[in-house]
């Protein structure tokens, strides 16, 4: 890694790296508050709701809006008041010393604080099988790849809201949508819940595992296993959903702040403050409870306000 320096010197008043719903708050907030924030958006803009269809729950939206929407009009609000994006991911972080360094490659970026937005992304069964058909028929976003199973039977793996909303979403698409739960309950919220068991295209299949992913050029069935009985039998299927949950994307963290043994980043109660002084964390890359567009949201805002009040005590 070069430590080529950025050539005009500047140090931000605020660096926000990712560009969710937590980010793009942040770099609102903190642009309003005139300390024209630099945002470093990611190459894949926009985060989780990128690939998310309706948004039925974000306040203010009667009719609901689409995520891409959603995220597009935030930006555009955040870009109005002087934010400034650059869109490329971050290379390399050294929070040990200030200014705070930023990497993107080899440019460097300096800041005096750094607002961190990376969020989580969806996880994997981590079978062989299953990376080798990835977009072959395995995926992790029905919202994006739902209407190419039109008329074909596919599966869903997971048994909380994200595979219901998932297995709810998939029926509009294929003739048959399997939900395949390694318990014999949900974890999903009860509406959720109800919401797949009484649609009348979803079948549950109870403490069973995908085992192997097995097809051609394209996925055409599963081995499963029963977990109370260990039977395994093979069924047909035309595509494969994995709805297990997420992880945080905190990689580039590791050794300079704080994360909990599930990797999510610590942040002091009812603040966002990470353990280094002038960092700070927002959205559902320290949020591992209720990762909602809106709280996203909120701690972003939250962020921008304790970066603007750590900037005053340091009497910038
Ligand atoms: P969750 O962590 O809630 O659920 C993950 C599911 O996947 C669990 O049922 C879990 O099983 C199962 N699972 C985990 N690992 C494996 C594995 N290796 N093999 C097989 N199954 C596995 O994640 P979600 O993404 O569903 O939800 C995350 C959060 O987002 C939740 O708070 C949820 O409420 C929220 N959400 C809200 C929505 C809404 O309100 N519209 C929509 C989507 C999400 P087990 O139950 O046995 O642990």
């Not at 994006?144 to 219901?164: H, Q, R």
């Not at 079948?203 to 050029?217: L, P, R």
């Amino acid at each position: 890694m070069t430590s080529a320096k950025n050539p005009t010197d500047t140090v931000e008043n605020v660096i926000i790296v990712g560009s969710g719903p937590a980010g793009l708050t942040a770099a609102v907030y903190s642009s309003r508050a005139n300390l024209k924030p630099l945002m470093i958006e990611g190459e894949e803009a926009g985060g989780q709701l990128m690939i998310t269809s309706d948004v039925e729950n974000y306040p203010g939206f009667s009719h609901g809006v689409t995520g891409p929407e959603l995220m597009a009009e935030m930006r555009k609000q955040a870009e109005r008041f002087g934010t400034r994006f650059i869109t490329r991911n971050v290379t390399k972080v050294d929070f040990s010393s200030r200014p705070m360094k930023v990497w993107v490659g080899d440019t460097l970026y300096l800041g005096k604080t750094v607002i961190i937005a990376t969020g989580a992304s969806a996880q994997y069964l981590g079978l062989e099988s299953e990376r080798a058909f990835y977009n072959k028929g395995v995926s992790a976003c029905a919202t994006c790849d739902g209407a190419f199973f039109k008329n074909v039977e596919v599966a869903v793996v997971g048994g909380g809201d994200t595979a219901m909303e998932e297995a709810n979403f998939l029926t509009r698409f294929a003739s048959k949508v399997y939900i395949i739960h390694r318990r014999d309950s949900f974890r999903a919220s009860k509406i959720m819940a109800d919401r797949a068991l009484k649609n009348p295209k979803i079948q549950v299949i109870w403490d069973t595992a995908v085992v192997e992913v097995i097809g051609d050029k394209f996925v055409n069935a599963l081995k499963l296993k029963n977990l109370k009985t260990d039977a395994v039998t093979t069924m047909p299927i035309g595509g494969l959903f994995i709805a297990i949950g997420h992880k945080p994307n905190t990689e580039l963290f590791k050794g300079q702040l704080q994360m909990a043994d599930n990797g999510y980043l610590i942040t002091e109660a009812k603040s966002s403050r990470t353990n280094v002084p002038g960092v700070f964390a927002c959205g559902d890359v320290q949020d591992h409870t209720y990762r909602q567009a809106i709280t996203a949201a909120g701690s972003g805002c939250m962020a921008a306000i304790d970066a603007e009040r750590w900037l005053e005590a340091q009497g910038e």
